[in-house]
């Protein structure tokens, strides 16, 4: 996914920092890999049960939650940039 910046400062919007930013691509990654992961390639594989503990899914999912956490915690609100008229 690429990357997209506003170029415009005037705008409002939610400002990230990169770290988050970082933060959330790594969240995504780590989603995607588990979801290519658990997809079957064949008819076989789809009928094979997937043994993940109730634990190890559970610690995996409150990980997400907390990085996606941190990001949107330390998000901060921009105004719009007041414009001069005349």
């Not at 997209?4 to 933060?23: C, F, I, P, V």
């Not at 997400?64 to 719009?80: G, H, M, N, P, S």
């Amino acid at each position: 996914m690429a990357k997209r910046h506003n170029e415009d400062a005037t705008a409002s919007g939610y400002l990230l920092t990169e770290k988050n930013y970082l933060r959330l691509e790594k969240v995504r990654d780590q989603l995607l890999l588990i979801a290519n992961f658990i997809t079957a390639v064949t008819q076989e594989e789809e009928d094979i049960p997937l043994q993940v503990t109730r634990s190890a899914f559970s610690q995996c999912l409150e990980g997400f939650a907390d990085q996606i956490d941190v990001a949107l915690t330390t998000t901060e609100w921009r105004r719009r940039a007041n414009r001069r008229l005349g």
